[in-house]
Nanobody, 123 residues
Framework: QVQLVESGGGLVQAGGSLRLSCAASGRTFSSYAMGWLRQTPGKEREFVSAISLSGSNTYYADSVKGRFTISRDNAKNTVYLQMNSLKPEDTAVYFC????????????????WGQGTQVTVSS
């Protein structure tokens, strides 16, 4: 099974930017659709973004459209989430997730999860 490790989280002021990275193990990375999801204490996990196997299709939650960009580099077994114009409500633990063969646009249908990386946006 693919293993995922997120990095790049941190503390940023509102309006700032962060770039999250998710490194995947193995040589089958290109067979997985990848997603980013986030969760805050007391709230359900929320879908943020997803990208198809080759990177040709991307999807975004309405709350982040125009501000976040997902991309992948299959040669490096890495998926990225560029987050611009950050808002305090973006504060959450961000999880990288993988699904073999299909690209879920929800919080239910991913098979493998990373450990999460904290993003905190201050006013």
């Amino acid at each position: 099974q693919v293993q995922l490790v997120e990095s790049g989280g941190g503390l940023v002021q509102a309006g700032g930017s962060l770039r999250l990275s998710c490194a995947a193990s193995g040589r089958t990375f290109s067979s997985y659709a990848m997603g980013w999801l986030r969760q805050t204490p007391g709230k359900e996990r929320e879908f943020v973004s997803a990208i198809s196997l080759s990177g040709s299709n991307t999807y975004y939650a309405d709350s982040v459209k125009g501000r976040f960009t997902i991309s992948r580099d299959n040669a490096k077994n890495t998926v990225y989430l560029q987050m611009n114009s950050l808002k305090p409500e973006d504060t959450a633990v961000y999880f990288c997730a993988a699904r073999w063969g299909v690209t879920p646009r929800n919080r239910y249908d991913y098979d493998t999860w990373g450990q999460g990386t904290q993003v905190t946006v201050s006013s």
